[in-house]
């Protein structure tokens, strides 16, 4: 089968397409024909050798989520789930391929009326959104600013919020039509130097940048408001400790769920796209073998909302 090995840690380039034999599924798993694998910026960290979620050494086939039909069932499985269409995550490995064998338990079931592709776009991105609306609990009638709000994450962010009813201000490094079209109330560039002066203060921060940017953000906190500090899209984490937040009173969220907590986000999040309420944003889609382009266009902050390879 077709795949993408990465061999090394390293630029973009490192991504070289190839073969790979064909997985077999085992007991309790099911062979997925990829119709669309999900790139991340965590999943271009990992390629580039930085700590995260990921540990595993090459030579690899990268990819952590993808989307398809069930072609073979192992032993000990429901043969019924042969045809369905699925989404699933790989465990951090696998994904970059026409096939791979997962897990059953691991699968989901797109719903009826939700195209495939989108089911990929919200597969992880609004798991993750799902669970930080959750775990801040916004509340209808706050102020909540999402940074990054024209990312994959950022821009479920936007309408899940607004759907809390929620003023919903939308910070991102240019692309402010595609933050006002998703539903911001405000848009803002936070290139710009005295980008926080127009945002006021806020009840929920939502910091997937990180660095100067999530720190500045931090400072519009109201006391008795919530931050949830998940990505570092800017190259750091926002370096804002328990003390720090304590002294003004503001709650800081790191974790937003256990494994049956998100098995569960997943499933809102599918069940509200299939229903039009969540609209994933795929802004730019690469074949398969163009992964290093894909790569390469997520670490230049030129993409909008989520990225996928078609396999």
């Given amino acids: 089968m077709r795949a993408v090995w990465l061999r090394e840690f390293g630029g973009p380039e490192v991504l070289v397409p190839g073969e790979a034999p064909d997985p077999v ?59 369905q269409r699925v989404v699933t995550s790989t465990g951090g490995s696998g994904g970059y391929a026409e096939r791979v064998a997962v897990d059953a338990a691991a699968v989901f079931p797109v719903p009826e009326g939700l195209a495939l592709d989108a089911a990929v776009a919200v597969l992880a991105d609004g798991r993750t959104a799902t669970g930080l609306i959750h775990a801040t609990a916004v509340r209808p009638g706050e102020r909540v600013l999402v940074e990054a709000a024209a990312g994959g994450v950022g821009s479920l962010l936007v309408q899940l919020a607004k759907a809390a009813g929620a003023s919903v201000v939308g910070a991102a490094g240019g692309k402010l039509e595609r933050v006002r079209a998703l539903g911001a109330d405000l848009a803002v560039d936070y290139r710009e130097p005295d980008w ?5 203060e806020v009840d929920v921060v939502f910091d997937g940048v990180g660095g100067e940017i999530g720190t500045a953000a931090f400072g519009l906190l109201r006391r008795g408001g919530r931050m949830a500090v998940y990505g570092l899209a ?45 609209v994933p944003v795929i802004g730019q889609r690469f074949p398969l073998e163009k992964a290093a382009d894909a790569h390469a266009a997520i670490e230049s902050r030129t993409t909008i909302g989520k990225t996928l390879l078609v396999a």
Avoid: H, K
């Avoid at 790139?39 to 993808?66: D, K």
């Avoid at 926080?196 to 006021?200: H, R």
């Avoid at 003390?243 to 998100?262: C, H, K, N, Q, T």
């Fill in 234 to 278: 800017g190259g750091s984490w926002t370096e804002v400790s328990e003390e720090d937040a304590a002294a003004r009173g503001v709650s800081l969220v790191r974790s937003i769920g256990s494994p049956a907590e998100m098995r569960a986000f997943t499933e809102s999040a599918l069940s509200e796209a299939a229903v039009g309420r969540l």
């Fill in 196 to 200: 926080t002066s127009s945002v006021g």
């Fill in 25 to 83: 599924p085992g007991p309790g798993q099911v062979l997925v024909e990829v119709a669309f694998a999900n790139t991340t910026f965590v999943e271009t960290q990992f390629r580039a050798g930085a700590p995260g979620p990921f540990r595993a050494s090459p030579p690899l086939i990268p990819g952590n989520g993808v989307g398809g039909v069930i072609s073979v069932v192992g032993p000990g499985v429901d043969p019924g789930l042969a045809g």
